[in-house]
């Protein structure tokens, strides 16, 4: 029975380990994105989306950066998308990497 308890114990540090090296990868493509300095993002979410994205096709799984209210104009909230192994999969609004460059004077 300890063994039981052990091996349980062990494969969910595993699956948390997998998780939190996942959530980091997911982070810094949404730093990337958002470039140096970020502007100013406002209050973050992030939720894993287990049962995907219906309007993409195969419903993949994503990690979905949450922001509002920013200072990016026209973008009140912004909402990245990000897969698990940390490609950005989709930006809402869809031109966002244009709206954060022309904040950027260089």
């Known amino acids: 029975m300890a063994r039981l308890f052990w091996l349980t114990v062990m494969a969910?540090?595993?699956a948390a380990l997998v998780a939190g090296a996942s959530?980091?990868?997911a982070f810094m493509a949404v730093g990337t994105l958002l470039?140096?300095?970020p502007p100013e993002m406002g209050t973050q979410t992030t939720t894993f989306l287990w049962h995907g994205m219906p309007r993409l096709p195969g419903h993949p799984r994503v990690w979905c950066f949450t922001f509002g209210p920013t200072r990016i104009p026209?973008?009140?909230t912004v909402r990245?998308?990000?897969s698990p192994l940390g490609r950005v999969v989709e930006t809402e609004p869809t031109d966002l990497e244009t709206r954060v460059k022309a904040l950027h004077p260089y």
């Open 74 to 76: 026209g973008a009140p």
């Open 12 to 14: 969910a540090f595993g």
């Open 80 to 82: 990245i998308y990000v």
């Open 23 to 25: 959530w980091a990868g």
């Open 35 to 37: 470039g140096a300095p």
